[in-house]
């Protein structure tokens, strides 16, 4: 089964044709980074904007790296929630636009589902149940995958997501966007123990809550900054980057051994920093568990993932009509994890 899809929920444009809910015939990105990073994050209604000039013709590439005509096409995916609500409704409505030209179903996606899924991209043999940690600019969330459509989110962040609070600490910290990539790069040469910083509570053991922690690194930049010292960007990236990384790799483990979950999965576009691959991979094999974790070119957000997910959305029967409407909210109803 070849499944068109489509993915405009931030600040990528993508699209892309996957066989079977595992192979990836084709997978187009045309992102948005260099425009925004002047203003030091995205920008949604310039975001928005940039879908529609983008979209027509990544979709079309799409189909001709895949070989495909669009007739050819089972069906069509598109990303309905969660993201920026401007963003979605140029997918959704271009997706919609071409199940009416075309004759083909419409497949509703959750952004969410879609990341979880880039494993079964990556790793053919990997089949549920397992429990995933979804970390990105705008989710940190740990996810029992009990089905390929069946989820139970076992914790999730109070305030910050992961990313975001990456994004906001580089900026304090002079570097550019996005900030995850940038810390990563100036905490290479910084030391991890140069600072100490919170590892905020919670009251469900497997939440997260990055706001203090932020917080903390944005109120030491201020004080070094009012006394006219010198800001130590390397040590402080260092620091920042190893306390989140292994606030993230604690809980996840933690809830794994509780769950008994022998099987782990990571996704999103934090997945991509170096350090929490090896400390993942590290506390995996320590406790003897089986890790997936995606390709850097699967991390962040893509079509690819999209259409994965939308082949076991369209098994279990999960087809929108053309009343389809986007919704911002990761928990909205008819569009939860």
Known sequence: MKILAIETSCDETAAAVVKDGREVLSSVVRSQIDEHKKFGGVVPEIASRRHVEYIADVTAAALEKSSTA?????????TAAPGLIGALLVGVNFAKGLCLAAEKPLIPVHHIRGHIASNYIAHPSLEPPFLCLIVSGGHTHIVQADGYTAFSVIGRTRDDAAGEAFDKAARVLGLSYPGGVEIDKAAASGNPAAY??????TENPYDFSFS??????????????QKGGQIPVADMAASFRYTACSILTDKFIAAALELKADKLACAGGVCANV????????????????????????????AAMIGAQ????FMAGNIAGMDLNASAAADAAGFRI
Do not use: Q, S
């Open 310 to 313: 939308a082949y076991y959305e």
């Open 275 to 302: 350090l929490l691959r090896e400390m993942l991979t590290d506390a995996a094999k320590k406790h003897g568990l089986e890790l997936f974790i995606p390709p850097i070119w699967l991390c962040g957000d893509n």
């Open 212 to 225: 203090g922690l932020k917080t903390n690194l944005i109120n030491r930049v201020h004080n070094l900054t």
């Open 70 to 78: 669009l007739a050819d096409v089972d069906a069509i995916a598109v």
């Open 196 to 201: 100490r910083l919170p590892r905020p509570k």
